[in-house]
């Protein structure tokens, strides 16, 4: 006679079936709403930056504004004005404004709104968020002018820009190193951390080519710093908005 054995027999009635860790089906996941508008608020944030400074510099046409040789704060310069031998005048430089202000305080209240990150894991993303807000209103209330250089705003200015430039690539490394407690894929977990060190190599390429008075090709070495974070944050918001109920297992 062959005896039939149930091995959840001997489990306790409230004792998982299984070893699964508890991320496997992370806070975020039982939270649709939540984990939604954390996703929507961390998609918002980099599109507010990427359409403020396109709308910005198509408006710049005389002479047309360059992607790889002007500063992005020139942006925000209504000018005339002259800095580091660049010539400013931004016809819409309150758009560009706007967007340095909204763009970090929209990305803090999304990560803010994540669920997953209980104690010094939330308090790892909390403050790099809010580096990066409040480097994005320093960018926003005193632009980066050649008078601003005299008149001793442009200190602030600068600071908002290093706040901003560190706190968004760090963002983006422990956003990456916490993937599965946020409700990201491995892969792009990983994409995260390099865009992050990506961002902040670039970051240190930046000022050493100002510093220098070299400003080669200075536009384009100072958006390595800020796009590659603005492009993988904007695929994070849109897979936590989706859901990532189920990260790998190997994640």
Not at 139 to 155: I, R, V, Y
Not at 189 to 196: A, S
Not at 213 to 224: F, I, S, Y
């Amino acid at each position: 006679m062959t005896v039939h054995i149930n091995p959840l027999s001997d489990l306790e009635p409230n004792e998982p079936a299984n070893d699964a860790e508890p991320e496997a089906l992370t806070p975020d996941t039982r939270r649709p709403a939540q984990r939604r508008t954390a996703g929507a608020l961390l998609f918002a944030g980099p599109m507010i930056f990427l359409l403020a400074e396109f709308i910005a510099a198509a408006a710049w046409t005389d002479p047309p504004y360059s992607y790889t040789y002007h500063f992005i704060s020139d942006l925000g310069v209504h000018g005339p004005s002259t800095l580091f031998g660049q010539y400013m005048y931004s016809p819409l430089a309150w758009v560009m404004n706007t967007g340095f202000f909204l763009f970090g305080i929209a990305i803090l209240a999304g990560v803010a709104a994540l669920r997953g990150l209980p104690g010094r894991h939330r308090w790892a993303a909390l403050v790099p968020a809010t580096l990066l807000a409040a480097g994005g209103v320093l960018l926003g209330l005193f632009p980066g002018s050649g008078e601003a250089m005299n008149d001793g705003t442009g200190d602030l200015h600068a600071l908002g820009a290093l706040a901003g430039f560190i706190g968004a690539n760090i963002l983006a490394i422990v956003l990456g190193s916490l993937h599965r407690r946020v409700g990201l894929s491995l892969k792009l977990g990983r994409t995260l951390v390099t865009v992050g060190v990506i961002g902040l190599v670039s970051m240190a390429a930046y000022f050493a080519d100002v510093i220098s008075g070299a400003n080669v090709l200075v536009g384009l070495v100072e958006r390595g710093a800020v796009h590659p974070f603005l492009l993988g944050l904007t695929c994070a918001g849109v897979a936590i908005w989706r859901g990532w109920s189920r990260p790998s297992a190997t994640g």
